[in-house]
């Protein structure tokens, strides 16, 4: 598959969690005062049930397009940050420094551990991205199988050939998607928009 046929397929979904991609234009000479107000919304998300991180993607030089994905566990802890009277509040005090309206977009699972694929910010290259993965799964399958081996020695059904490997690579992929994925890409994203 070439790498134009891989943008076109379908994306993976999964119902679990929610991502609200949320888009804002700064009017010149406002990015200040928006950084600011950024830093507030975010910690206000933060004290909200279910919140798991935030992602923000800075406009490169010369934009001035800021993309923000606020992770929550469940679709019903995204919808009561989203329509909260809290951040109704907070909106409205930044719409002056806004050059158009927000735009706000649902996604499920992880289909945001990068960036949206409708976004007009920088992308990370693909090589980027599969280093990042591997790097972060490449461990986990060394480590997962050796601490499920207590467990799979006192109960031999579920050492049995596919359970093991199932109950591995659901481990595996639980703490890529909820734990580690979203803090390392917000540890290298420097590096992987550049």
């Known amino acids: 598959m070439n790498e134009q046929e ?25 990015r200040d005062h928006y950084e600011t107000w950024l830093r507030q919304i975010i910690a206000a998300a933060a004290q909200f049930s279910g919140h798991q991180g935030v992602h923000v993607v800075r406009p490169p030089e010369g934009h001035d397009t800021f993309e923000i994905a606020v992770r929550f566990s469940h679709p019903e802890e995204a919808d009561t940050w989203l329509n909260s009277d809290v951040r109704r509040e907070l909106v409205s005090d930044i719409v002056p420094a806004l050059a158009s309206e927000e735009q706000v977009e649902i996604q499920t699972g ?7 694929p409708t976004s007009k910010a920088k992308q990370p290259t693909r090589w980027k991205q599969w280093l990042i993965t591997t790097a972060v799964i490449w461990p986990l399958t060394l480590i997962v199988p050796i601490v499920f081996q207590p467990i799979f020695d006192q109960l ?12 591995v690579a659901a481990t595996v992929v639980a703490l890529v998607v909820y734990l580690i994925m979203p803090r390392v890409v917000r540890l ?7």
């Open 188 to 194: 290298v994203a420097n590096w992987l928009f550049r």
């Open 156 to 167: 031999p059904v579920l050492a049995l050939w596919g359970v093991r490997h199932g109950l």
């Open 6 to 30: 891989a943008d076109a397929a379908p994306s993976i979904h999964y119902d679990s969690g929610r991502s609200i991609i949320i888009r804002h234009t700064v009017k010149p000479g406002h």
């Open 110 to 116: 992880i289909d945001y551990w990068f960036t949206p």
